[in-house]
C-alpha cells in the first residue's frame, strides 16, 4: 500500500492539533502545576508550523513561510523543552529561549533571501529538531524517582529516539549525492516518526501528570491519616444516616475508653457516648440543616460513666455519594475546672476586696494615675472607687506626705531597672491622707511593682488606717512615760525603805555576833541571841527577796556559769533539811540517779537559792508523810531536779497564778511566814538560766511535784568531783610584826559606827570614828588614815563627795597619803557599785555585812596577815580494820560523817575498806550515792556495839 506524502502531512498536522488540544486540556485541569501551559504552546506552536507545511505540499507559497514554517517548528521545541523545565520546578530560561529562536528565524529568513536552498533548510531544521529532541530527553533523564522511574524513561527514550531520527536526517541529507532532492522514504518515514514521536511524547506527558496527581493524592491521604492519628483530640469519621462510626483516631479511644475494635460498626447512642438522646438529636438536626457545627459544648460519657465537658465541631463531607460527617471533640473537662476555680478564685478575690477594711490598689506609673482602688476606699478617705480614679496619687497626699511619695518613687524608678524593681522587697511607708471632709487620716502603706497583663510596670499597694493606732502608740508612749516615772519613784521608795530597814538590822545582826562569842552567856541568853538572829536573818531574808525581785524585773540579774558538783550540792541541802525534817516527823528522801555526771556547768548560788525555797517550802507545807529530792535525767540534754512532798496540795485554779509575785494560796497556813516572793523569783531565776520550773499537784490534800528543769552542760575538762572547800576561818588578830594601820569610820548611824569600830579594835586597828561628811574631810586631812570606812548617805558632805575631795586632793598635794577607801551602804538599788567606783572609791560593802567581809577587804587591800583560830581538824583513822573486825576509831569516824552528811568524808571512809571488804564496801558507796545516811548511821551504831561487846573481858 502506497502512503501519499500530502496524506501524511495531513495526518501529521491533525494528530498536533488533536495532542494541542489534549495537553490545553491537561493544562486547564491542572491550572496550579506549572509547565503544562508551556508544553500546551509549544504542541500548540509546533502544530502551526506543521499546517505551514502542510499548505506549503497542497500549494505553492512564498518562501518566507517556508522560513517561518521550520521557525515555528523549531519554537515549538524549544517551548516543549521550557515547559519540562518548569515543569520539574526549574525557573527556566525564556528569553534565552526566546533569543535562540529569534536567531532561528533570522537564519531561515536569510536562507529564503539567498534563494531556494531546499537542502540547507532542511539540515537546519533537522538539527534544530534533534538538538531539542536531545535537551528535552537530558532533562528527563534528570528526574528520575523510584515512583515515577518508568514514565521518565519512557518519554526520555521518545525524546532521544525522535533526536536520533533527526540528527541521522540531517547527517543523510548532508552527505546526499543530489542533496537538492530529499527521497521519498526519508520523506515518509520523517511523517511517521514525527507523528509517532509526537503521539508518543503527548501520551507519556498526560501519563506523567496523571501520575504526579496519583502520587500527589496518595501523599495527601497519607498525610491525612497521619494527621487524623496524631490529632491530640477526639476525631472520628461517622455515616450521617445511621450514625455508625466508621474511622476513630487514637485521641478518640484515649478520650472514649473503648479500643477502636469496640467502636467501630456502632453509633454514639449505642455506646452511650451521648449524655442524652437530646443532645444527639440536637446536633443531628443542625448537621442536617447547616451541615456543620462549631464549638457545640456537650457531655461525653466515657466508658467508666465519667462525664467529660467537650467542645464538638462537625463538617458533612460526601465520600461515595453517601454523606458523612468528620467531628473532632476536643476534651475542656481541665480548662473547666480551671475556669471555675478561676471564677472561685476572682468571686474570692472581690469578696475580699470588697469587704476588706485594707484599701487595694494599682497605679501606672507612665501616668501616675490609678488604675484600681478596692471599694473599701470609701471608708479611707471618704471617695468611693470610681471617684478615686479621676484623681492623681499626689491629690490624696498631705503636702509632706506628697513631697515624700513622689521623692521615693522617683528614686526607684530612675535608680532602679525594671526587673530589679519586681524582684525588690517591699516598701512600707506611714503617710497622712487628706479626707474628703478635710481631716487627717494616717495610713500604713505597703507596696511592690508588679507587670499587669500588657506588660506595664504598675505598683500595686495597701493602705491601712492606723489613725487608732498612732492614737494608741502616743498613750502608750505617754503611759510608758509615767511607768517609768512609776518605776523610778518605787525604786527610790525601795532604795529608801531598804536603807532604813538594813542599817538598823545591821546593827542588830552584828551585835548578836559579838555577844554569841561571850564564854560567860547563860544558855538562855544564847537562846534569846539565837531567837534575835534567826529573825534578824529572816527579816533580812524578805529584804532581800524585795531585791532580787526588783533586780529580775530591772534585768540586772546576770547568769554566772562555773563548774557545779551536783552530788555535793545535794549533800548540803540534805544536811540542811534533816533536821527540820526530823522535827516534823517527816522522811527526808534525796536520791540521784547514776546517770548524772558528777560535775555540771550552772550558777551553784541561783540553783541553791531555788532548791532551798522548793525545799523549804515542801517541809512547811508537810505535816506527815515525806519529802523527796530527785535528781534525774529527763533527756540527754537536761537535767531535772524534783521536790515532791506529801503535804497540803495545791488546788488546780491556783497553779497558774502560783509564780506571780506575792500570790500565795489560800491552803497557807494562817501563821505562815513570807510575802509571797520565793517562788516568783524562783521561776524568774530557773528561766534566767534558760531552763523552767514547773507544778503538778493533784489537788488540796495530795501533795505536790515541783520540778526544776535545767541544760544540761558538762565542763569541756572531764572532771570526776570538784576541789574540796577550805572551811572559813575567823580572824582573831593581826600577825606579830604587821604595822600599825589607822581606820576611820564615817557614819552617820552610831549602832553601825560602833560595831565596825569594835570589829576592827578586836583585830588590832587603832580607830576614829565620825558622824558626817565634813568631819571626815577634816580628820583625814590632820589624821592621815591609810583606810577609811565611808558611809555613803551621811549630812552636810556625802560619802561620794567625800571620797571625789580627797582623792582630788591626793592628786594635787604631793605629800599627803592617798587612803584607801570602801563606800558602806545599805543602798544596793540602781548602779551603786559603778557610782562609788567612780568617785574615787577602791571597793564596796553592802550593809548589813559579815565580820568576814571586813577581814577579806582589809587583806585585798592592805595586804595584812592576820592570825585565825584554828579549826578542828578531822584525821582518817589509820586502819579500818584489826583482828577482831571493824577498827572503832574507823566506826566512829562513820558515824560522825553520816550524822553530818559529810558526802566527801564517807566517800574516802568507803574506800579504806574496798581491798579488804568489797562488798560492805560497794554496800556502803550505794547507800552514800542515794544520800541514805539514816541506813549508814545505824550500820555505824550497829558495828560500834558489836565492837564494845567484843572488847567486854
Known amino acids: 500500500m502506497t502512503i501519499d506524502l500530502l496524506t501524511l502531512s495531513i495526518a501529521l498536522s491533525l494528530a498536533n492539533v488533536l495532542q494541542c488540544a489534549a495537553l490545553i486540556g491537561l493544562a486547564l485541569a491542572n491550572r496550579g502545576r506549572a509547565g503544562l501551559v508551556w508544553w500546551a504552546a509549544g504542541m500548540g506552536v509546533l502544530a502551526f508550523g506543521l499546517l505551514i507545511t502542510t499548505l506549503r505540499d497542497v500549494a505553492k507559497v512564498p518562501l518566507v513561510l517556508h522560513a517561518v514554517s521550520n521557525a515555528l517548528v523549531g519554537g515549538g521545541m524549544l517551548l516543549l523543552f ?122 507519556g506527558m498526560i501519563l506523567l501528570v496523571n501520575w504526579e496527581l496519583s502520587l500527589e493524592q496518595r501523599d495527601a491521604l497519607q498525610q491525612l491519616e497521619l494527621v487524623f ?53 440536637h446536633w443531628a438536626a443542625l448537621m442536617q440543616r447547616d451541615g456543620y457545627c462549631v464549638g457545640l459544648e456537650m457531655q461525653f460519657r466515657r466508658r467508666s460513666g465519667e462525664l467529660h465537658t467537650c467542645l464538638l465541631s462537625s463538617q458533612t463531607v460526601m465520600i461515595r455519594g453517601v454523606p458523612h460527617a468528620i467531628s473532632i471533640i476536643h476534651d475542656i473537662t481541665e480548662r473547666k475546672r480551671m475556669e471555675e476555680a478561676l471564677r472561685r478564685s476572682d468571686a474570692r478575690y472581690r469578696l475580699i476586696a470588697e469587704n476588706a477594711t485594707d484599701v487595694i490598689w494599682l497605679l501606672d506609673t507612665q501616668t501616675a494615675r490609678f488604675t484600681f ?25 498631705a503636702p509632706v506626705s506628697a513631697r515624700y511619695v513622689q521623692a521615693a518613687l522617683n528614686y526607684m524608678l530612675h535608680e532602679w531597672e525594671g526587673e530589679d524593681l519586681i524582684a525588690a522587697p517591699p516598701w512600707k511607708a506611714e503617710i497622712d491622707l487628706v479626707h474628703r471632709n478635710g481631716h487627717i487620716v ?65 546593827a542588830v545582826l552584828g551585835f548578836t555576833l ?24 529572816h527579816l533580812l531574808k524578805l529584804i532581800n527577796d524585795v531585791l532580787d525581785l526588783t533586780k529580775i524585773e530591772a534585768g540586772r540579774y546576770t547568769y554566772t556559769a562555773a563548774p557545779l558538783d551536783v552530788r555535793q550540792l545535794i549533800a548540803d541541802l540534805q544536811t540542811l533539811f534533816r533536821s527540820r525534817a526530823e522535827a516534823k516527823q517527816l522522811r527526808f528522801i534525796v536520791t540521784c540517779v547514776p546517770e548524772v555526771p558528777t560535775v555540771i556547768v550552772s550558777d551553784e548560788a541561783k540553783v541553791r537559792q531555788i532548791l532551798i525555797n522548793l525545799l523549804g517550802n515542801a517541809i512547811k507545807f508537810t505535816h506527815h508523810g515525806m519529802v523527796q529530792l530527785r535528781v534525774e535525767l529527763a533527756q540527754p540534754s537536761q537535767l531535772l531536779f524534783v521536790v515532791e512532798d506529801t503535804g497540803i496540795g495545791i488546788p488546780p485554779f491556783e497553779q497558774a497564778n502560783l509564780f506571780q509575785p506575792f500570790f500565795q494560796g489560800q491552803q497557807a497556813a494562817p501563821d505562815a511566814t513570807g510575802a509571797g516572793l520565793g517562788l516568783s523569783i524562783s521561776y524568774e531565776l530557773a528561766r534566767l538560766m534558760g531552763g523552767d520550773l514547773t507544778v503538778y499537784s493533784e489537788g488540796v490534800g495530795r501533795g505536790a511535784r515541783f520540778t526544776l528543769a535545767l541544760p544540761l552542760q558538762t565542763p569541756i575538762a572531764t572532771l570526776t568531783a570538784l576541789p574540796e572547800k577550805t572551811p572559813a576561818l575567823r580572824a582573831v588578830r593581826l600577825r606579830a610584826g604587821q604595822p600599825i594601820y589607822r581606820m576611820l569610820v564615817a557614819d552617820d548611824q552610831p549602832a553601825s559606827a560602833l560595831l565596825l569600830i569594835t570589829l576592827l579594835h578586836r583585830l588590832g586597828f587603832v580607830v576614829q570614828s565620825v558622824a558626817d561628811g565634813q568631819e571626815a574631810l577634816d580628820v583625814w586631812r590632820i589624821w592621815q588614815p591609810h583606810m577609811i570606812w565611808l558611809e555613803v548617805r551621811m549630812p552636810r558632805v556625802d560619802g561620794l563627795a567625800v571620797a571625789r575631795q580627797i582623792r582630788d586632793t591626793c592628786a594635787h598635794t604631793p605629800g599627803l597619803l592617798r587612803p584607801l577607801i570602801v563606800a558602806m551602804s545599805a543602798h544596793v538599788f540602781g548602779d551603786a557599785l559603778s557610782d562609788v567606783l567612780e568617785a574615787g572609791c577602791d571597793d564596796f560593802i553592802v550593809k548589813p555585812f559579815r565580820e568576814s567581809d571586813v577581814v577579806r577587804l582589809i587583806e585585798q587591800h592592805l595586804h595584812v596577815q592576820f592570825e585565825y583560830a584554828e579549826p578542828v581538824d578531822f584525821t582518817m583513822p589509820v586502819a579500818a580494820i584489826d583482828e577482831q573486825g571493824y577498827h572503832a576509831e574507823w566506826c566512829q569516824a562513820l558515824l560522825h560523817a553520816a550524822r553530818e552528811a559529810n558526802f566527801r568524808r564517807l566517800q574516802a571512809l568507803a574506800a579504806q575498806i574496798e581491798s579488804d571488804r568489797p562488798d560492805d564496801a560497794r554496800q556502803l558507796h550505794q547507800w552514800i550515792e542515794t544520800f541514805d545516811y539514816q541506813t549508814i548511821t545505824v550500820w555505824a551504831e550497829t558495828l560500834a556495839d558489836v565492837q564494845m561487846r567484843s572488847r567486854v573481858v
Open 82 to 203: 521550557h515547559g519540562v523545565e518548569r515543569f520539574f520546578g526549574d525557573r527556566g530560561h525564556l528569553r534565552r529561549l526566546l533569543l535562540i529562536w529569534l536567531l532561528l528565524l533570522i537564519a531561515n529568513l536569510l536562507l529564503a533571501s539567498t534563494g531556494d536552498m531546499p537542502p540547507l533548510r532542511r539540515i537546519l531544521f533537522s538539527v534544530v529538531v534533534a538538538i531539542c529532541s536531545f535537551l528535552i530527553g537530558l532533562r528527563f533523564l534528570c528526574e528520575l524517582r523510584p515512583d515515577t522511574r518508568s514514565i521518565i524513561l519512557f518519554l526520555a527514550g521518545v525524546f532521544i529516539a525522535n533526536g536520533i531520527f533527526f540528527a541521522l536526517r540531517g547527517i543523510v541529507l548532508a552527505t546526499e549525492e543530489n542533496w537538492l532532492i530529499v527521497s521519498p522514504p526519508w520523506q515518509t518515514a520523517t511523517y511517521l516518526i514525527s507523528i509517532a514521536t509526537t503521539t508518543l511524547w503527548t501520551f
Open 514 to 537: 559579838l555577844l554569841g562569842r561571850d564564854s560567860n552567856l547563860t544558855a538562855t541568853q544564847r537562846e534569846y541571841l539565837d531567837i534575835i538572829n534567826r529573825s534578824g536573818e
Open 229 to 281: 492519628l496524631a490529632q491530640p483530640d477526639a476525631v472520628l469519621l461517622s455515616r450521617l444516616t445511621d450514625g455508625v462510626f466508621v474511622k476513630v483516631n487514637r485521641g478518640f479511644t484515649d478520650l472514649s475508653g473503648y479500643t477502636a475494635e469496640e467502636v467501630l460498626g456502632k453509633d454514639g447512642l449505642t455506646l452511650k457516648i451521648w449524655r442524652s438522646p437530646e443532645d444527639r438529636r
Open 373 to 397: 482602688f478596692s471599694p473599701s476606699v470609701s471608708k479611707l478617705i471618704g471617695y468611693s472607687a470610681t471617684e478615686a480614679l479621676a484623681f492623681s496619687f499626689t491629690d490624696f497626699l
Open 442 to 506: 494616717h495610713a500604713e502603706i505597703i507596696t511592690s511593682f508588679v507587670r499587669d497583663e500588657e506588660g506595664r510596670l504598675m505598683v500595686l499597694g495597701v493602705a491601712r488606717d492606723i489613725t487608732g493606732r498612732k492614737q494608741a502608740e502616743i498613750e502608750l508612749r505617754l503611759a510608758r512615760q509615767q511607768a517609768e516615772a512609776a518605776n523610778r519613784a518605787k525604786s527610790a521608795f525601795l532604795a529608801n525603805v531598804s536603807h532604813e530597814l538594813r542599817t538598823p538590822l545591821h
